[in-house]
């Protein structure tokens, strides 16, 4: 059974930087990705990046601001995301799917708790 723990969320001002972490228990052999929700809207994909560390693609919101790493000792993917804004904020959740996951939710089958960020203007 993999577990997926998401931290490093919180209150950051516009411009500012944040770096999620997602550390995986249990088999992670998969693709990874990172999608958000914000209340009232569906959950939308932010990254997702291979099994290898490799094929990392990204929003069209996000690029060139945020940046999807994987750490295959720690068994951890990371979000690091540079120049918040408002509309960045939400509730940052990894996934795990498999080699084939693209950009949509369903393609995920195991999911975090989620981490909130907050974005102040």
């Known amino acids: 059974q993999v577990q997926l723990v998401e931290s490093g969320g919180g209150l950051v001002q516009a411009g500012g930087s944040l770096r999620l972490s997602c550390t995986a228990s249990?088999?992670?052999?998969?693709?990874m990705g990172w999608f958000r929700q914000t209340p009232g809207n569906e959950r939308e994909f932010v990254a997702a990046?291979?099994?290898?560390?490799?094929?990392?693609n990204y929003a069209d919101s996000v690029k060139g601001r945020f940046t999807i790493s994987r750490d295959f000792a720690a068994n951890t993917v990371y979000l690091q995301m540079n120049g918040l804004k408002p509309e960045d904020a939400g509730v940052y959740y990894c996934?795990?799917?498999?080699?084939?996951?693209?950009?949509?939710?369903?393609?995920?089958?195991?999911w975090g708790q989620g981490t909130q960020v907050t974005v102040s203007s």
């Open positions: 996934a795990l799917g498999d080699q084939a996951s693209s950009y949509w939710p369903f393609e995920y089958k195991h």
């Open positions: 249990g088999s992670a052999f998969g693709r």
């Open positions: 990046i291979g099994w290898s560390g490799g094929g990392a």
